[in-house]
């Protein structure tokens, strides 16, 4: 069983700093992995999608890249800013229904 | 990419009530899904919505509990029958777009219940 784990659980920064999101996954045989947001109370916007042949995707300050061998993702968001704070999940694809991490919970303060 | 529309976006429900929750989407989708999201929690897969068919369920969830529809391939409901506080939750409506392997998972607004 497909098991997701992201660290860390919550992240404070000041805004313009360089960030790192982590997102580790126990079984390497994936189709894809995909990286959301989500507001308070709200849905999820995706924001990334990583083909399991593929080793990163960017998408203006954000890039995320892949390592099936190891079992890693992470996101990189530069500069980050205020209104970057929201809660990050990952969500690994073995089949259409993903499996979710818990999700970092990043506060951006001015 | 898909849009979807969910309603009710938040709502307040009595204990014992139930309430039903509409996922529109703007194209047709085969794979279309409701989860639940509870406090501080991430998403747990309610059930596959199966357009024709009854619903395919996830362990510890039951047709009684959430009947859902799915009458064409843009439009689903779920209902949370006979709720209770512990039914406070955010319930969120999925599709997955593209082929398998290649596929990209989109979700509507949310519904937050609160059960009071």
């Known amino acids: 069983k497909q098991e997701v784990t992201q660290i860390p659980a919550a992240l404070s920064v000041p805004e313009g700093e360089n960030l790192v999101l982590n997102c580790s996954f126990t079984d390497s045989a994936i189709y894809n992995l995909q990286w959301f947001r989500q507001d308070p109370g709200k849905g999820l916007t995706s924001l990334l999608l990583?083909?399991?042949?593929?080793r990163e995707q960017t998408s203006g300050r954000l890039n995320a890249s892949l390592d099936k061998s190891s079992g890693r993702s992470t996101l990189y968001i530069a500069a980050s800013q205020p209104g970057d704070s929201a809660t990050y999940l990952c969500a690994v694809g073995g089949s259409y229904i993903p499996t979710f991490g818990r999700g970092t919970s990043l506060i951006v303060h001015p | 990419s898909a849009v979807i529309s969910q309603k009710p976006s938040r709502d307040i429900c009595q204990r014992g009530t139930s309430l039903t929750i509409q996922c529109q989407v703007d194209s047709q989708v085969t794979m279309m899904f409701w989860y639940r999201q509870q406090p501080g929690q991430s998403l747990t897969l309610i059930a596959t919505a199966n357009q024709g068919s009854e619903a395919t369920y996830e362990s510890g969830f039951v047709i009684d509990k959430f009947p859902i529809s799915r009458p064409n391939l843009t439009f689903s409901t779920l209902t949370v029958s006979n709720m209770s506080p512990e039914d406070s939750s955010i319930y969120l409506c999925s599709v997955a777009e593209g082929q398998l392997g290649s596929n990209t998972i989109y979700f509507g607004e949310g519904s937050w219940l609160t059960v009071v």
């Open positions: 990583i083909q399991s042949s593929q």
